[in-house]
């Protein structure tokens, strides 16, 4: 029959047919299980309610925990079969050996997953290859109610049977998927196609009558297409099985760490049957969770390490959020994430594994190359709404010039089939294969965990070279990468962020974990700083233990589900608890080294610190007077306990209902709260666009989720707070201006502040927030005109188009900035500072901050809370760099520390030091440590402002040796303190020295 005729359903069909005859069920097996809503031990297993299950019987709720027990006999008519178990307990579950150790993971069959990329379900246990007829099934697991994305599916048993495997039918299924989808993915003319349609439509005659030996045949008549191979290929494609796991999302983290276990263990287990099966895993957090919850588990995964088979992914502790986390948040995950992965399996990991995250900073590639890391792999630029990245593999280069080779999945997805239509996609859609032969595919289950099945690894095994398909190794992705570098000359460079066009609203979800996290990496910063100083001076001794353990529970965290705000609430209530401890014992330790340090120092005053690297001049309150101070850079003061000068009547500090006045600026308002004016008097200049309201409080409908917010949201009407009252009061040299709004449910009470000498204008905010998919932003107008916007991220800027003159530009409705975003003329500008938002919009002549958001979904309580914030307007003279913007935004996040005895004596004069100074350039010191490996001290600079550079560094300490080390802290050169530093634009340097002790 011409294979034209042949009816593509009916081989459907018969491969459907052949699939119900591969398992044969015997008898049911006795479940009991022991049901408790939290997880417990396997030496606990019966400590919750006992239930005594039958299909279809229910066993608990969403997240509810339970250890199974399946037993039975298995009956005589299993002799000589394969004998398996199908189990199904419409959750996930992981089997354990005698002594609690996981041995596989099962999950449902009816998981909420993609189902274009394959079944997820994972149910068959294999007990023996030939039965005797007469073994006693005795088996305990562990599982939870929820499946791999977390949804509730009914917690009811569906199927715990013994059976029999007809493993020369599994077999023919398989043969007959791979090759049927084959045919389907080639050319309709090809010869190809036709002789494998034949092939298959003379077994679906053949299976007409169903014997061993019809399947025997149709096996031996399968095996003529399977057997042909290609001859000469232009492109190989690299293989490796992978489980994401996000560490939470659906499901809170404790779940995950049981994930972790399913999964691990389910792929050890099929590295026994399957001896071409690689496998690789990213974060070290997951790893440690194994060896501390499942340490015989663990030893088996070390010796798949050892052996190659098993690869560490990624050079992260997690695969964190890479818009939000500092620059040295970013670098801790490097360092961390590395040294676990050389200390615990001797594996130098020269790989970025980040397949899911939302968006790439411009700085990663000098922290990935200073980190020894060469490579970049993701795959989640395939999601953008408007435009295809228009390249699969090439170089991305950073702010500073670093480059990194970097590929993207052409298959788009980190949850491939191992089919062949995966193939067929690579070969289709690969848009560099013109000057690439290699290419990476990705396969098992991921997201909520799993990995690969049998399935994957059975196509796998078909499709190592099959005529029609690009030849297909499994191997590790190193390989790969190593492979793909051979044509690195041909690849084109993608310079700055590597933007996502979608989940734009995860710069603002979640507000209190981004301001947990802003607050506590400034803390550590300012801890690390005086424990230093401590450390040098013999004082106290560093808190390596303890950072250590703070800084891997803030980095657990930054998760990409996490920090984004893109998880359910559970996960929330949780670490915004831990969040507070944290943030605690850090404000402890700080007030404890500082007191420290201010008894070695003899002081007996009221005294200031400052860990910023320039002097910065402060109003304080001392025992109710009011003076302005200057605290040396890196340094001290200790002030007499008098006024510097008296501030009642001030005649340049000015408030009332619509207006507030300095020497410098003066603020008008409009009756309904919003400004209708700053005039800059120093500069003869009115910053406000005329005729537009300024710090417009507005409210937007959302009707989006955690990720995403209508991109046309601006385009319904905006609502607006009702002003209710407002306050004016002048305390010392402050004037205040409250207003009290109310919207809805909620209300907004927030403090406008001026001070004297200053030109900036705070906005302080406490928000009682009680409305569903509500919006809050604030925007001002300017009197700047420039088609570029300057952006802070880690240890730098970068600048975008406030123009939507194409594609591009449009769909960049929402950027992300740290501490500021600014707008300049050449002789001009305007600065928008915030203390602990990122989500920004930058259109025209317009600075807009997203402050709030309340999604439904997927945490329907989203938001919902107090909250408190601060932003602030900064105008300055020139363009941002000569303006200092940067010094601005880093002293509204980090505030200078008050020391004082409860018995202070009087200081008869002010004295002050600094420990560290910096001379020259536009350089900052971001961060000065303990190292890692020893007691000598780390201090780390970068250059602001994109500009060739040099800076010295003065101390009060004597250094015995110094050099230069990567951010590793390897050492690169030795240097002299003697002779100014050199930067390139925004260059990282970390320097290593050993301090002579001062104890």
């Known amino acids: 029959m011409p294979y034209e005729k042949i009816n593509n359903e009916k081989l459907h069909q018969m491969k459907a047919f052949i699939e119900g005859k591969i398992y044969q069920s015997l008898s049911s097996l006795k479940v009991e299980a022991w049901v408790t809503k939290e997880p417990t031990t396997f030496k606990e297993r019966k400590t919750g309610t006992h239930l005594t299950l039958s299909a279809g019987d229910k066993w608990g709720e969403l997240w509810d925990c339970a250890w199974f027990h399946f037993s039975g006999k298995v009956p005589s008519q299993a002799r000589g079969e394969k004998l398996v178990l199908l189990i199904d307990v419409n959750g996930e579950l992981c089997l354990v050996d005698r002594n609690g150790s996981p041995m596989q993971g099962l999950t449902n069959v009816n998981s909420e997953f993609e189902l274009s990329l394959g079944k997820p379900g994972k149910r068959v246990v294999e007990i023996a290859e030939k039965a005797s007829g007469t073994e006693e099934i005795d088996l305990w697991a562990d599982a939870g109610c929820n499946d791999l994305f977390g949804h509730f599916r009914s917690g009811t048993l569906k199927i715990a049977d013994i059976a029999i495997c007809k493993e020369e039918i599994r077999q023919l299924y398989y043969d007959v998927e791979v090759l049927l989808e084959l045919a389907e993915q080639l050319e309709e003319d090809s010869a190809r196609r036709a002789r494998i349609y034949q092939a298959l439509y003379d077994i679906s005659l053949l299976l007409v009558d169903w014997t061993d030996e019809n399947v ?178 090439f170089y991305w280069q950073g702010i500073d010039g670093s480059k990194v080779l970097t590929h993207l999945p052409p298959e788009d997805t980190y949850n491939g089939p191992a089919a062949p239509r995966s193939i067929k996609k690579i070969e289709r859609e690969y848009y560099d294969k013109n000057i690439s032969e290699h290419s990476l595919m990705l396969f098992g289950i991921g997201d909520g965990g799993g990995g690969p099945g049998e399935e994957h690894l059975e196509r796998l095994k078909r499709e190592r070279n099959l005529l029609g398909l690009s030849p297909v190794v499994q191997e590790p992705s190193i390989n790969f990468f190593r492979k793909l570098e051979s044509s690195s000359s041909k690849y084109k460079t993608w310079s700055g962020e590597l933007y996502l066009e979608k989940h734009q609203g995860t710069l603002t979800s979640q507000a209190r974990n981004k301001k947990y996290n802003r607050k506590i990496e400034k803390a ?52 915004l608890e831990r969040y507070q401890k944290i943030n605690e014992k850090v404000e402890r330790l700080i007030e404890e080294h500082y007191q420290a340090l201010y008894q070695h120092l003899h002081l007996s005053g009221i005294t200031f610190f400052n860990s910023l690297p320039w002097a910065r001049r402060e109003w304080v309150e001392v025992h109710g007077k ?140 406490k928000v009682d927030w009680k409305e569903s998919n509500k919006m809050l932003r604030t925007s001002f107008p300017l009197q700047v005109r420039s088609d570029r916007v300057h952006c802070e991220i880690q240890f730098g800027y970068i600048n975008r188009s406030t123009h939507q003159n194409t594609q591009w530009d449009f769909a960049k409705d929402e950027i992300c900035a740290h501490q500021w975003i600014d707008i ?99 350089v900052m010191i971001e961060t000065i440590k303990k190292a890692e490996l020893d007691n000598e001290m780390i201090i780390r600079l970068y250059e602001i402002s994109g500009n060739h550079t040099t800076a010295k560094l003065d101390l009060s300490f004597v250094v015995e040796k110094i050099v230069e080390t990567n951010l590793l802290e390897n050492p690169k050169q030795s240097i002299s303190l003697d002779s100014p530093i050199s930067f390139t634009p925004f260059e990282i340097k970390t320097l290593k020295m050993k301090v002579k002790s001062s104890s």
């Open 824 to 922: 300049s003329e050449p002789d001009y500008g305007v600065a928008l500072l915030n203390d602990c938002k990122y989500g920004h919009r930058a259109e025209e002549d317009e600075l807009d901050l997203n402050l709030l958001r309340s999604p439904d979904s997927p945490d329907p309580n989203a938001d919902r809370a107090d909250h408190e914030f601060v932003y602030s307007f900064y105008p300055h003279k020139g363009e941002f760099v000569s303006g200092e913007v940067y010094k601005k935004g880093y002293e509204l996040n980090i505030p200078v520390r008050k020391v004082e005895k409860t018995d202070a004596a009087t200081v008869k004069k002010d004295s002050s030091a600094s420990f560290i100074q910096l001379q020259g350039g536009s």
């Open 626 to 765: 009011w003076r302005e101070i200057t605290i040396p850079p890196m340094g001290y003061l200790e002030i007499k306990d008098q006024p510097s000068q008296a501030l009642t009547g001030h005649t340049e500090l000015k408030v009332e209902k619509t207006r507030m006045e300095n020497e410098l600026l003066v603020v008008s308002f409009n009756r309904d709260g919003t400004i209708r004016s700053i005039f800059d008097k120093e500069n003869n200049r009115e910053t406000i666009a005329k005729h537009r309201p300024a710090n417009q409080l507005a409210i937007y409908h959302d009707h989006g989720d955690a990720w995403d917010f209508p991109s046309d949201y601006k385009s319904v009407p905006k609502m607006k707070p009702i002003l209710e009252d407002i306050h004016c009061e002048i305390n010392g040299p402050i004037a205040v201006m409250t207003h009290f709004y109310t919207f809805g449910n909620s209300t907004i009470q927030q403090s406008v502040k001026m001070k004297l000498g200053s030109r900036q204008v705070d906005f302080q905010t």
């Open 216 to 393: 025997r045949k149709a096996r031996e008549l399968l095996a003529i297409p399977l057997q042909k191979q290609n001859g000469d290929v232009d492109l190989t494609i690299s293989a490796v099985g992978h489980a994401h796991i996000d560490l939470a999302w659906l499901w809170p983290i404790r779940e995950t760490i049981r994930k972790g276990a399913r999964t691990f263990s389910t792929v050890l287990r099929n590295m026994e049957k399957y001896p071409d099966y690689i496998f690789g895993a990213s974060q070290p957090q997951l790893y440690q969770w194994m060896k501390e919850y499942y340490p015989a588990l663990y030893e088996q995964i070390k010796q798949r390490i050892a052996e190659g088979r098993w690869e560490v992914q990624g050079g992260m502790w997690v695969e964190p959020d890479s818009n939000i986390p500092s620059g040295e948040s970013l670098i801790r995950q490097i360092l961390y994430g590395k040294r676990f992965y050389l200390e615990e399996f001797g594996k130098e990991v020269r790989t970025l594994w980040v397949p899911d995250i939302f968006g790439y900073s411009a700085s990663l590639p000098q922290l990935l190359k200073q980190s020894e890391i060469d490579y970049v792999m993701t795959q989640k630029l395939s999601w953008s709404e408007y435009n295809d990245h228009p390249h699969h593999t």
């Open 524 to 575: 550590l910063r300012e801890l690390e700083f005086v424990a230093s100083l401590t450390m040098m001076k013999g004082i106290k001794q560093y808190p390596s233990e303890e950072l250590d353990s703070i800084w891997k529970e803030v980095m657990l965290y930054q998760f990409h589900d996490i920090l984004p705000g893109s998880s359910i609430s559970r996960v929330y209530d949780e670490s």
